[in-house]
């Protein structure tokens, strides 16, 4: 007998309840991955992102060969694909693992349907991606919790399952064509400094965060240069860690550092229930302001500054630089950028999200559209009308400007406040600087943020 494991976010061998499932029932598995023309279609698949997948689909494959397998590629309808794979190989079930978008539950509802109709199983495996599976918890009178702090109450106390080992051997049907593994090099328009992918990377990466900097996460995470936390995410998103492996080896370790590692993983499931539950947060607001967003050329140029990191207020063009640079920012950058278009600029969330989306290498629609909904106001944040300022963000998370001066680096050989406050600095030496004076006050952005929102 043959069983397919069908991949999607869950590019490994370890800890992978779906591949060991297959094992228990067949003679022989079949792991397949497809890329989907339709993930492209719905603007998922953007430079780094695909870059970061052939490092993953190559390790993957890899992994699998040491085990005396291999990973299949197909390209097309996933729904398609895996159907005639499953006629072909004869397979009698596929394994996969629970999405949470609309689009991952419409795909596999789809297969479900189509292997039905053959007398074929499809098993969908929950806790592969996540610790807690949407769903799993939830309050009285609701689908889902809309408030993390009792989410993550409820979330600690669940029991999480125990990490299941890589299989020792993986026989795969030799019959199967497959397309030739993807290349990196092959990916145009990558940021430089885009980080490595794969399990292996990705394992490497779990254990020495938990053996080194854990400890200094509790205090550290904020710290723009410190760069303490643990740059996980995007291997959290596409699976080469198991977050359920990661919760267990940070909570072995103990104390202050991985208590809070943990708890960020509970806002990766705290995003994913509310998605589940509510599809359209991922585009319409969770809960509407009824805001009146700037539009027009004014607006397109304010956004363009911000795009490119010119907005003259220097932690935010640190954190938009780093972005575009590596294809990944620090989560604090995060906050402040997305704060700074939303609320200081009054652009819709929307188009930030946008832009993360091109490129971010953890660019994940739970993750990214309901942190913006957060920043926003518009999502699960209980202080909706907070902004933060830009100004007093960077002197407190990066109190020495090595940030700044590491990504902006015209004014580096600025000291305090200066920095910080570029617009301090008069005369001729301002000229020298070549970098942009602010494009709006901050109060006067306030103003209009607070009028637009019908607060004042
Ligand atoms: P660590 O601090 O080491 O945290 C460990 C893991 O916990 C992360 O890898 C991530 O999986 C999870 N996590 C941490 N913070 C959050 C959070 N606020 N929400 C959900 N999960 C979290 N994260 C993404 O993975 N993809 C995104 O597309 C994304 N977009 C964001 C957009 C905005 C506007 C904001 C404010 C945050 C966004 N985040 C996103 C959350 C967070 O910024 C990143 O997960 C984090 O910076 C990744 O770095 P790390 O792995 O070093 O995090």
Redesign the pocket.
Known sequence: TVSVVLYTADLRVHDHPPLRAALEGAHEVLPVFVRDPAVDRAGFAAPNRLAFLADCLVDLDRALRERGGRLVLRQGDTVAEVRALVRQAEADEVHMAGGATAFARARQERLRRALEEDGRRLYVHDGVVDVVAPGDVTPQGSDHFAVFTPYHRRWSGEPVRTPLRAPGAVRVPADVRSEPMPRRSSVADVSPGLARGGESEGRRRLASWLAGEGDS?EQG?DDLAGDA?????PH??FGTVS?VEAVHRARRRGGAGAEA?VR??C??D??RQVLAARPAAATEDYRPRHDRWRRGPEAEADLAAWREGRTGYPVVDAAMRQLAHEG????RG??IT?SFLVKTLYVDWRE??RH??DL?V???VA??QL??Q??AGTGTDTRPNRALNPLLQGKRYDPEGAYVRRWVPELAGLGMPELHEPWRVTGPGRTALNYPEPVIGLSEGLQRFRRGRGLV
Not at 328 to 331: G, L, Q, V, Y
Request: cysteine-free; charged content about 15%; proline content about 0%.
């Open positions: 996460y995470q936390t643990s740059r996980l995410s959290l998103h977050a590692f960020q993983l806002w990766r705290f995003h990944w920012m620090h989560n995060r906050l997305a930030g999200a993360f989306l971010l953890d660019g994940d993750n990214n942190n913006w957060w920043v």
